[in-house]
């Protein structure tokens, strides 16, 4: 019984339960590499943090890397899960997204798609 009262309590009085982040003091920082053929965007994505007026919101850099061009990239926060941000290679929309730390060098790849053209990836850091 008590536990269908405490399930009744939640349904009708909801709250959110807002998490600390996970930040660090120094930064943790990659190599972003595209060695695919052409020009990449490349979006690095932290995880949400509730801003000054309440709203949830991400910090996201769109980066612009020519054929063989590198890019160090550095974020303290706020992390996912495991010190990850999300990564996504685009154009006027996402091709390829995924979970990556921030170490080392990611690169950026490309390999034939079934229709003759190219899949653009990236090779995210577990």
Same mark, same amino acid.
């Given at each position: 019984?008590?536990?269908?009262?405490?399930?009744?309590?939640?349904?009708?009085?909801?709250?959110?339960?807002?998490?600390?982040?996970?930040?660090? *003091?120094?930064?943790?920082?990659?190599?972003?590499?595209?060695?695919? #053929?052409?020009?990449?965007?490349?979006? +690095?994505?932290? $995880?949400?943090?509730?801003?000054?007026?309440?709203? =949830?919101?991400?910090?996201?850099?769109?980066?612009?890397?020519?054929?063989?061009?590198? =890019?160090? +990239?550095?974020? #303290?926060?706020?992390?996912?899960?495991?010190?990850?941000?999300?990564?996504?290679?685009k154009s006027l929309f996402p091709l390829y997204e995924c979970k990556?730390?921030?170490?080392?060098?990611?690169?950026? =790849? *490309? =390999?034939?798609?079934?229709?003759?053209?190219?899949?653009?990836?990236?090779?995210?850091? $577990?």
């Open positions: 019984m008590m536990r269908y009262i405490a399930l009744a309590f939640l349904f009708f009085f909801p709250f959110t339960v807002q998490a600390a982040g996970l930040y660090t *003091e120094r930064p943790h920082c990659a190599v972003l590499k595209n060695e695919s #053929k052409g020009t990449a965007f490349v979006a +690095i994505r932290t $995880d949400f943090y509730t801003a000054p007026d309440g709203s =949830r919101s991400y910090y996201e850099e769109v980066i612009h890397l020519k054929e063989g061009q590198e =890019r160090e +990239i550095c974020a #303290k926060g706020p992390f996912l899960p495991d010190y990850k941000v999300t990564l996504i290679v990556t730390k921030l170490t080392g060098t990611i690169p950026i =790849r *490309e =390999r034939p798609d079934k229709e003759g053209g190219r899949d653009v990836y990236a090779v995210c850091v $577990d």
